[in-house]
């Protein structure tokens, strides 16, 4: 079992924005700033997205956002396009007795 | 071209040992936090263990504590996870990552190296 908590399967058409979700524990995602998110496609290495909550790597399109209240974080992905089909994890920084975090992923079907 | 190249995967029996490495090049590797994550066949992401650039703090997840050993030579700009005891469990693509300057996000990612545990 996953320390933080996604929703296994997210969906949306093209143009359409959906939001996934991200649920820790304030000793995780709502004690700290330090939430990301990353992009997997299949057999791929996952790709950074989203850091430090709301911040974005240069490169990562616009459309891509990220957000947190309390102890759950969310990645909003509006404008779908078919290239955001992908496996999408948030991960959190834990303190230094588990450190990092991840979740335990949401599989984006672009519709 | 900022790239990290894993190597030393492969089949092991239970019990047995591995020992993974990962090149870095196109940075500053030694002024860099270095990260091992892995991921099991068709399961999630797991971070397994981090090093920050001057060896000063290393974390290991709970499973891997006593069994698994990071260590890095910043001379030769490379990270290494010495893996003993290995069980069926840690079957996984075993992925190096860089931390990203503000720390605690993997901004860079190796192409991974699967390690497979069986008798």
């Known amino acids: 079992q996953s320390a933080l908590t996604q929703p296994p399967s997210a969906s949306g058409s093209p143009g359409q924005s959906v939001t996934i979700s991200c649920t820790g524990t304030s000793s995780d995602v709502g004690g700290y700033n330090f939430v990301s998110w990353y992009q997997q496609h299949p057999g791929k290495a996952p790709k950074l997205m989203i850091y430090?909550?709301?911040k974005r790597p240069s490169g990562v399109p616009d459309r891509f956002s990220g957000s947190k209240t309390g102890n759950t974080a969310s990645l909003t992905v509006s404008g779908l396009q078919a290239e955001d089909e992908a496996d999408y994890y948030c991960?959190?920084?834990?303190?230094?007795?588990?450190?990092?975090?991840f979740g335990g992923g949401t599989k984006l079907t672009v519709l | 071209e900022v790239q990290l190249v894993e190597s030393g995967g492969g089949l092991v029996k239970p019990g047995g040992s591995l020992r993974l490495s990962c090149a870095a090049s196109g940075f500053t590797f030694s002024g860099y936090t270095m990260n091992w994550v892995r991921q099991a066949p068709g399961k999630g992401l797991e971070w397994v263990s981090s090093?920050?650039?001057?060896?000063?703090?290393?974390y290991y997840e709970d499973s891997v504590k006593g069994r698994f050993t990071i260590s890095r030579d910043n001379a030769k700009n490379s990270l290494y996870l010495q893996m003993n005891s290995l069980r069926a469990e840690d079957t996984a693509v075993y992925y190096c990552?860089?931390?990203?300057?503000?720390?605690?996000?993997?901004?860079?990612w190796g192409q991974g190296t699967m390690v497979t545990v069986s008798s």
């Open positions: 990552a860089r931390d990203s300057r503000s720390g605690y996000a993997f901004d860079i």
């Open positions: 991960s959190s920084y834990a303190g230094s007795n588990n450190y990092m975090v």
């Open positions: 090093l920050s650039s001057t060896n000063t703090y290393i």
């Open positions: 430090e909550v709301t």
